[in-house]
């Protein structure tokens, strides 16, 4: 388990095809994803709002990501 941690998703959007990032937190004590499957199990993920910065399209498709933990210093 993490103290919580940022997920980079890269995204191409479905409209126009441009690649771009979008970063998803997680909540603290779920542990971090090891593969996609596991990652599309995380509702923050699964309810991720997508936009196209360029046509503003609402749909894109995750095509990899990286997991950045956090560790909070007490």
């Avoid at 971090?32 to 991720?48: I, S």
């Amino acid at each position: 388990m993490c103290d919580g941690a940022s997920v980079l998703l890269h995204v191409r959007c479905g409209g126009c095809a441009k690649l771009y990032q979008q970063t998803v937190i997680l909540p603290a004590g779920q542990g971090v994803p090891r593969d996609g499957d596991e990652l599309m199990e995380y509702p923050e993920v699964r309810n991720a709002n997508f936009q196209c910065p360029k046509c503003e399209a609402p749909y894109a498709e995750i095509v990899a990501f990286k997991v950045r933990e956090t560790n909070r210093a007490a």
